[in-house]
């Protein structure tokens, strides 16, 4: 199951004047606004939260177990994923594996800790694991709301422009997978002009397709005419999303994503898709027992198709409105939910993934800005590894949208900076700054103000902190104005990084031969 939520909701629209931008890109100029050079991954020099005790941790992983071993997990429509569990020692039956307490924890003895997520540009390479934070937009709306403000289906473009966005973008490390649904493109053959923009309009490292097995045959085979075969089977270059269809489901198409993935040493982001209430308990206690037992009985798996395959213990967890049955973000639950998920993540010795930029909101308001906040700000502090969702997200994931994606990206860059903890050097501790202003004085002109004031603070291209004067001159744009005309800056200033022909030809002669084998398809 991905996490492009199917549900329906209504069209939205409304056009947004594209006066102003002359503010905007003076704005940007000031503030250092621009794409500007890329960050690397974030190291973490804070502690991570923790809210659970020893105690605590030892109830839910026993519970877990007992989970696996009495009421068990399906693997539905893959005999290969049951002869694998039955040779393995696990009781196999039906569709229906039950594990002997410790069978999943020894398995994922071999998997790594850590790894390389290797760009084609290995400047951009990422770490996962550790201490390091890695920032991905956002994964399967099939909606965007454009820069006219019209909530419509996504096309290609968009897909190519959240791309070019997310290269852009200093605080994204990634440029994601499935950044939105490109629906004028047949459903079998997408996948194909996806993995392709990803390698053509950015450098950095991305993740695969995961909607049939073979089309994350045709992930790995493109990746290796970019980095070669040898290189492929030897590291990671793709990351790739494997939801568990919660309550305690493989299905199918998860799975056989998954062996593609494993056998080739690609790293499987095993990710329970959870809503509280609906996929799993109202408890957070109850929903981490089923979050440990699905990470445990898919992530092991992969050390069943290959030992030593990386593999992240993931979890998108949200909760529900009781009064509607939609989702709900930003709420304290799915936060308690992730912060211990975090933890038991640290003890299984896995990469972890939440988290993001997550909210309910229909529009870039102030309650997508609250919801969000509340989500992102969890996600650095539970120490999360690998971070989906971290811009773009509207409408509880189905829409990505431009604006958000603007705002969003400046929070990253917020982030970042928090990341790095407090400075102790000499220089930071400013004793020769407080000498020489000495008692109520200022310290505006002093010369260890002169010296660091223009690397001091975060600077936001998006924030409005002028006077009310000035802001009413400019024209009274609220946030998501200027960010509208900063995304438009950036899209007509966008140059693509180098490729070299050689195997940009080779990947358009392997898409095209891959899609004239096969008819359309649109189911």
Not at 34 to 51: D, F, H, Q
Not at 67 to 78: A, S, Y
Not at 312 to 331: D, Y
Request: proline residues 5%; hydrophobic residues 40%.
């Amino acid at each position: 199951m991905t996490e492009d939520i199917q549900q329906a909701a209504s069209e939205g629209g409304g056009r947004r004047s594209r006066e102003g931008r002359g503010a905007a890109a003076r704005r940007a100029s000031r503030t250092g606004g621009g794409p500007g050079p890329s960050l690397p991954y974030i190291t973490r020099k804070i502690r991570e939260y923790e809210v659970l005790d020893e105690e605590g941790l030892t109830l839910i992983e026993r519970n877990a177990d007992r989970v696996l071993e009495e009421i068990g997990i399906e693997f539905r429509d893959d005999p290969e994923a049951l002869q694998l569990w039955k040779e393995a020692g696990a009781d196999v039956k039906g569709e229906r594996v039950h594990f002997p307490k410790g069978l999943c924890r020894e398995l994922l003895k071999t998997a790594p800790s850590d790894f390389t997520w290797h760009a084609r540009n290995a400047e951009r390479n990422a770490h996962i694991g550790g201490k390091a934070t890695v920032f991905a937009p956002v994964y399967g709306p099939p909606f965007v709301r454009d820069l006219e403000g019209n909530r419509r289906y996504a096309t290609i473009e968009d897909f190519r422009n959240f791309v070019k966005l997310a290269y852009m973008a200093p605080s994204m490390h990634s440029s994601g997978g499935t950044v939105c649904e490109p629906v004028d493109v047949p459903v079998n053959k997408r996948h194909l002009d996806m993995v392709y923009t990803h390698i053509k309009y950015s450098d950095k490292p991305f993740m695969g397709s995961v909607t049939a097995p073979e089309r994350a045959e045709d992930t790995i085979a493109m990746a290796k005419l970019v980095f070669g075969e040898d290189f492929v089977e030897k590291n990671t270059v793709t990351l790739n999303l494997i939801n568990a269809n919660s309550p305690m489901v493989f299905d199918e198409t998860m799975v056989g994503a998954l062996k593609v993935y494993a056998r080739h040493n690609q790293a499987c982001v095993v990710s329970p898709f959870i809503l509280s209430g609906a996929m799993s308990p109202v408890t957070v206690a109850g929903t981490l027992t089923q979050i440990l037992a699905e990470v445990l009985a898919g992530a092991s798996f992969t050390q069943l198709i290959r030992k030593g395959a990386p593999v992240l213990f993931g979890t998108f967890a949200a909760s529900i409105s009781m009064q509607s049955g939609a989702p709900t973000f930003g709420s304290p639950e799915p936060s308690l939910v992730s912060y211990g998920a975090a933890q038991l993540a640290r003890r299984l010795g896995l990469p972890f993934r939440t988290g993001g930029s997550l909210c309910g909101s229909k529009v870039p308001d102030a309650q997508a800005a609250h919801e969000s906040a509340n989500t992102l700000n969890m996600t650095l502090l539970a120490g999360t590894n690998f971070v989906l969702h971290a811009a773009g997200w509207l409408e509880g994931g189905l829409v990505a949208s431009y604006e958000k994606f603007m705002i969003d990206q400046d929070q990253l860059g917020m982030q970042q900076k928090f990341a790095e903890g407090i400075d102790l050097s000499e220089t930071a501790q400013a004793l020769d700054a407080i000498r020489e202003v000495g008692p109520g004085s200022h310290y505006l002109g002093c010369a260890h103000t002169q010296a660091n004031f223009q690397t001091a603070f975060y600077r936001s291209p998006l924030a409005d902190n002028n006077s009310f004067e000035q802001w009413e001159i400019e024209g009274q744009k609220r946030i998501e104005e200027r960010a509208n005309a900063l995304c438009r800056t950036w899209l007509e200033s966008y140059e693509a990084p180098y490729l070299d022909p050689a195997i940009d030809d080779a990947l358009k002669d392997y898409v095209a031969k891959r899609k004239e084998s096969m008819p359309d398809a649109f189911t």
